[in-house]
């Protein structure tokens, strides 16, 4: 809808096709039902990508505060939670009427339920068309941009439609993966499932401080589903379960406590207890040797698991991975080898961090095709 509005106000001629029966399901779902639209924190480095500098070109040219810009236009109201997310005061169906409204403004034919089935190019009238055979009709333009998301929540319509067509017109597809997504932990912790700690999650050289929930299948939380987006199967992840407390200059060795009793202090009773149960002694602390209190120390700031897997496209918030960015152009988002053919959004090799900034992505890349297509 984003390139759909620019594309429209430029005069071209545009004709919105999805296969749903209704507009914009994810947003409607995002946020706990108020779309967390934007971060105010927007940079490049809360993206992944295979070319980390492509998103920049889009992001500086359709910031946060245009869009916050079209949220004043329709008197939308918003409020600013924490680490910079923006959401709707009210409902993300405000969102979806918002840009509804744009783009019927601008003149933008919408064409829903409409399965796709073949996109080929033809030379048509003396110039080059795009021609997609739907259950609707036979469409044909000079321009196609395709938006169809990743792989993420397959019960809303999520299709690797967008891939195929890549790939197609061969443009490269890069390994995809799920992301934002809960991580399973062998058996689970059943006896820790509804706990949550403020930690410091790190993996691949990145680390994220929010909060982790222990689960019956492994472990969720903002931190965790952070981290998720940078690990591969057989990594470790280290967790800082005392952010606040570096080195054991905290652990009072006078203290004649139980260790789990001393730490329930600064962890959730049933943590600590499991810490002492699973890889540390249970005595009081006035017992321990300087060796021994180094080693707690370790234990608890770098608490590793080794997660078995993750919860699936069911569970992730979005795909990392897509439409190679090496194939595209970061000014216009048109492929370099097949003039007319655009890919923006999440089918694209660009994944943002939790917290806004994959809506973020989704403007400002259909906005720049929007002005080109």
């Known amino acids: 809808m984003m390139c759909a509005i620019s594309a429209g106000r430029r005069g071209r001629r545009v004709v919105l096709l999805d296969h749903a029966r209704k507009l914009a399901p994810k947003i409607k779902i995002s946020g706990g039902g108020r779309c967390n639209f934007t971060n105010i924190h927007l940079g490049s480095e809360h993206f992944i990508s295979e070319n980390p500098d492509f998103c920049r070109s889009a992001l500086a040219r359709f910031t946060p505060s245009d869009f916050l810009s079209c ?17 709707c005061d009210t409902s993300s169906t405000a969102i979806i009427s918002m840009l509804k409204q744009e783009c ?33 009709g036979v469409f ?23 891939y195929g067509i890549a790939e197609k017109f ?24 509804g706990i949550s700690v403020d930690c410091i999650a790190s993996c691949n050289g990145m680390s994220f401080r929010e909060s982790a929930l222990f689960t019956h299948r492994g472990m969720s939380g903002p931190a965790i589903l952070q981290i998720s987006s940078y690990w591969n199967p057989g990594d470790e992840i280290e ?29 959730p009773r049933k943590l600590a207890q499991y810490c002492c149960r699973t ?9 321990y040797s300087q060796k021994e209190i180094a080693t707690v120390a370790d234990k608890l700031h770098a608490f590793r698991i080794r ?12 795909t990392v991975g897509g439409v190679s960015t090496h194939d595209l152009s970061s000014k216009t988002m048109e492929a370099r080898t097949v003039p007319g053919l655009f890919f923006i959004g999440e089918v694209v090799d660009v994944t943002g961090h939790l917290g806004g900034y994959n809506f973020q992505w989704a403007w400002s890349s259909g906005f720049a095709a929007g002005q080109h297509a």
Not at 71 to 87: A, P, V
Not at 108 to 135: I, K, M, N, P, Y
Not at 247 to 260: A, I, N, V
């Open 104 to 136: 019927l403004e601008a003149g933008v034919e919408f064409r829903l339920g409409h399965e796709v089935s073949d996109v080929r190019r033809e030379c048509l009238a003396g110039s080059g068309q795009f021609v997609l055979e739907t259950s609707g």
């Open 71 to 87: 949220l004043r236009t329709h008197s939308i109201s918003w409020h600013e939670k924490k680490l910079g997310q923006l959401f």
């Open 307 to 318: 997660p078995s897997g993750t919860e699936g496209y069911r569970k992730a918030e979005v």
């Open 170 to 193: 061969g443009l490269r597809v890069t390994r995809l993966k799920p992301g934002l997504v809960p991580l399973t932990v062998g058996s689970g912790f059943p006896d820790l499932s």
């Open 279 to 287: 890889f540390l002694a249970d005595k009081p602390l006035n017992q």
């Open 140 to 162: 044909c333009a000079p321009s196609l941009v395709v938006a169809s998301g990743g792989l993420s929540v397959p019960e809303i319509g999520a299709s690797p439609i967008g």
């Open 239 to 267: 967790l800082d379960l005392l952010p606040d407390h570096s080195g054991f200059s905290w652990l009072d060795t006078t203290e004649k406590l139980l260790l789990s009793n001393f730490l329930s202090r600064f962890l």
